[in-house]
C-alpha cells in the first residue's frame, strides 16, 4: 500500500477532478459524503494518522488538514455557483447565503435604562427587591397608611379587578410591607418595576409606566441619608460630579415628614426647555417611614427608622434620552428602537 502522504495526494487530485464533473446540488452531495461524510475518506486518512509515527504526523498532518480545507471551501463556492446558475436558479434556495441588511436586535431602552438603575443602586448596597403586579388592597392602601377611608386614595386612579379587593399595583411601594415582614434588618432595597393608573392616554400619561421604589432601614437613619443617597443616585445617573439636590416639604401618608426632591437640571446652567427655565426638575417623592407602617410589618419605630422614596423610572428615562413622548416607549415603532442599538 501506498504510503499516506501519497494516498493524501491522490486524494486531492481525485478530489479537484471529481468536483470539476459535478453538475447539480445531488451530485454535488454525494461527493461531499464520500469525502466528507463520517465513513468518507478523509476521516479514513484520520485513522490511518492515528497510527503513525510521530515524524509522519508531524509532514501528513497539515496535509491533511490542508485537504479537508479545501473540500469544505470548494464544496460551499461550488453550492453557491450552482444556485446562481441560471439552469437551478429557481429549483434552489441556499439558505445560507448572504443576506444584505438585515436589522441587528437590542434590548428595549426601558431594559438598559432599568439596568443602569439597578447597578448604581446596587454599587451602594441596595438589594433588589420584587412583588407581583397583581396586588390585594392591603399592600397597595391599608398597609401603606392609607385605611379604605382616606381621601389619598384619590390620588391614584386604579384599575380594580372583578376579585374583590385586588387590584393592578398604582406604585411600586407595595413592596415595602413584603419586603420588611420578609427580610432582616438592617434593610436596604430596590424594586423596579410596572405599574398601572387608569389615565388618559397622551404624550405625558400612560397608562402603564416604571417607577422604582427604594427602602433603607436600620438604627438612626434619618433624612440626611435620604438625600445623600439621592444626590451620589442622580450624579452617577447624569455623570456629574457638581449635580445637586433641593428639597422641599411634601405630603403622603406613608412617610412623616415628608419631601419633595428636586435635582438640578443636568442639561443647562441658565434654563432650558427641559427645565422650564427655572434650573430645576421634580423627581423625587420621599420621606422618613411613617411610625405607623413600621408597626404594621413589626418593626419598632423607637429603635429603628428608615427612608422610602419613589420616583417614575419612565420619567427618567425621557430625561435622560430627551423622549419628549412617553407613547415612544411602548409603540415598538423601530425608527425610535434603533437609536438604541
Ligand atoms: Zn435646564
Known amino acids: 500500500m501506498s504510503t499516506l502522504q501519497e494516498q493524501i495526494v491522490a486524494q486531492t487530485l481525485l478530489w479537484q477532478q471529481e468536483l ?3 453538475n447539480n446540488h445531488q451530485q454535488l452531495e454525494e461527493l461531499r459524503i464520500k469525502f466528507l461524510g463520517k465513513k468518507g475518506s478523509i476521516q479514513g486518512l484520520f485513522e490511518q494518522l492515528g497510527s503513525c509515527s510521530l515524524e509522519e504526523k508531524r509532514m501528513c498532518g497539515p ?25 437551478e436558479h429557481h429549483a434552489t434556495f441556499d439558505v445560507t447565503a448572504y443576506t444584505p441588511g438585515q436589522l441587528e436586535g437590542s434590548l428595549h431602552p426601558y431594559t438598559h435604562f432599568i439596568t443602569e438603575v439597578q447597578n448604581i443602586f446596587l454599587s451602594m448596597g441596595f438589594e433588589l427587591l420584587d412583588g407581583p403586579e397583581v396586588e390585594t388592597d392591603y399592600h397597595n392602601f391599608t398597609a401603606l397608611n392609607i385605611p379604605a377611608d382616606h381621601p389619598a386614595r384619590d390620588m391614584y386612579d386604579t384599575f380594580w379587578l372583578n376579585s374583590p379587593g385586588m387590584l393592578m399595583r398604582t406604585h ?5 410591607m413584603r419586603a420588611m415582614k420578609e427580610k432582616k434588618l438592617p434593610l436596604a432595597g430596590i424594586c423596579t418595576g410596572r405599574v398601572f393608573r387608569h389615565e388618559a392616554v397622551d404624550a405625558s400619561h400612560d397608562h ?11 438604627k438612626n437613619v434619618t433624612l440626611a441619608n435620604l438625600f445623600g443617597v439621592i444626590e451620589e443616585f442622580l450624579r452617577a445617573l447624569f455623570g456629574s460630579d457638581t449635580l445637586t439636590i433641593r428639597t422641599r416639604p411634601g405630603f403622603f401618608p406613608f412617610v412623616e415628614p415628608g419631601v419633595e426632591i ?5 442639561f443647562c446652567t441658565t434654563g432650558c426647555s427641559t427645565c422650564k427655565k427655572t434650573r430645576w426638575i421634580e423627581v423625587f417623592p420621599g420621606g422618613m417611614i411613617h411610625p405607623n407602617v413600621l408597626k404594621e410589618a413589626g418593626i419598632d419605630p423607637t429603635v429603628y427608622s428608615g427612608f422610602a422614596f419613589g420616583f417614575g423610572l419612565t420619567r427618567l428615562a425621557m430625561l435622560r434620552y430627551g423622549i419628549k413622548d412617553i407613547r415612544m416607549l411602548s409603540n415598538g415603532k423601530v425608527q425610535f428602537l434603533k437609536r438604541f442599538t
Open 63 to 87: 496535509l491533511l488538514n490542508a485537504l479537508k480545507n479545501e473540500c469544505e471551501k470548494g464544496t460551499k463556492e461550488k453550492k453557491i455557483h450552482l444556485a446562481a446558475s441560471t439552469s
Open 20 to 22: 470539476t464533473a459535478v
Open 208 to 218: 402603564t409606566f416604571f417607577q422604582c421604589e427604594g427602602i433603607l432601614i436600620d
Open 262 to 266: 428636586d435635582m438640578q437640571c443636568p
Open 172 to 176: 411600586t411601594s407595595t413592596v415595602q
